[in-house]
């Protein structure tokens, strides 16, 4: 990666954009040739799940000896995929490392972030803390799905289903949101035995106004012509814990997988159209969900 670095690498990220044949897309994903990568790992250890971007965008570029491409990665439940593996440079590793920045503006804009990393003989250890309030989301609903993949867990048509929160939804015009995010990882793998688990959480407080005018053409009547104005309210949390084991003996393995996701969504919109009959509507939903799951497989 000497070759290709210039000084101007901040994140990880910054620095597979410039290796030959890799890219970023939009959402985050570590890209080969247009396809995307599997895993992406450190020292051969995984870091929360399918998600890339929580690695690449908050580890230095400069922790970094160097980067492998494997074809054929085994994950910790058996199945095979590609893996982009994040070599750690000896003097990061066995000790936390970390950064922290914030920025404060006009109208009380905030951000604010911090990660902190212990990498070493007895596993690696990550904690990521975001907060904002001009919509900019630690998570999107391409995470959300990817982060809560449950391995084998399908129905008879061979589809995962899992349900987003709405309020990561940004549809529409946004007028304000706020987010608290928090991550907490630990993973660790051997020739015998493997463990890789996470927890997340995101709440959110978004709002949105969508305003919309028709005008009546010749020939329509004039009840066509109006002035609408919707205000969307959402307020709501979401968690993922994800827990893996896999215990090798000789040519087979047990692997056991648990889950749990609380969900809470409060969803309140209310629009209002000005016309000849003013009409006046107002929808709420209140959602709340748990879901607990295991699995249980020996190869």
């Known amino acids: 990666i ?15 954009k410039k290796l030959p044949g890799f890219d970023v897309n939009e959402n985050g994903k570590v890209t080969f ?25 908050n580890i230095a570029s400069d922790m970094l000896e160097g980067i492998d491409m ?15 593996n994040l070599k750690l440079k000896d003097k990061y590793k066995n000790k936390i490392n970390g950064s922290i920045e914030g ?27 975001d907060a904002n309030n001009i919509v900019k ?5 391409v995470d959300f799905h990817e ?14 289903r ?23 990882q630990y993973s660790k793998s051997s020739k015998t035995f493997s463990i890789s688990g996470y927890s997340i959480f995101n709440n959110t407080q ?26 969307e309210d959402n307020q709501g949390l979401f968690g993922t814990t994800q827990i893996k084991l896999r215990k090798n003996f000789n040519d087979n393995f047990i692997y056991y997988h648990f889950g749990y996701k609380p969900t809470k969504d409060n969803f309140n919109k209310r629009t209002e159209r000005f016309s000849e009959n003013d009409l006046f509507f107002d929808i709420e939903d209140k959602i709340k969900k748990q879901n607990l799951y295991n699995f249980l497989s020996w190869n």
């Open 103 to 129: 920025d404060y503006g006009t109208k009380n804009s905030y951000y604010s972030h911090l990660n902190l990393f212990r990498f070493g003989k007895t596993g690696n250890l990550a904690f990521i803390w």
């Open 70 to 84: 494997w074809q054929n990665y085994t994950n910790i439940s058996g199945s095979r995929s590609t893996a982009l």
């Open 162 to 184: 899992r349900e987003a929160p709405s309020f990561l939804n940004n549809d529409g015009k946004v007028k304000s949101k706020d987010n608290q995010f928090g991550a907490i």
């Open 206 to 231: 978004l709002s949105k106004v969508l305003q919309t005018r028709r005008t009546a053409f010749a020939n329509q009547p004039l009840s066509f012509s109006f002035d609408e104005t919707s205000i």
């Open 2 to 16: 000497i070759a290709v670095k210039d000084g101007t690498e901040i994140t990880t990220e910054d620095l597979i």
């Open 33 to 57: 040739k247009g396809s995307p990568i599997g895993q992406v790992l450190v020292d051969g250890n995984e870091l929360f799940g399918g998600n890339h971007k929580i690695a690449t965008q």
């Open 137 to 141: 989301d630690p998570i999107s609903f």
């Open 147 to 160: 982060m809560n993949t449950i391995e084998n867990n399908v129905n008879e048509e061979g589809i995962i």
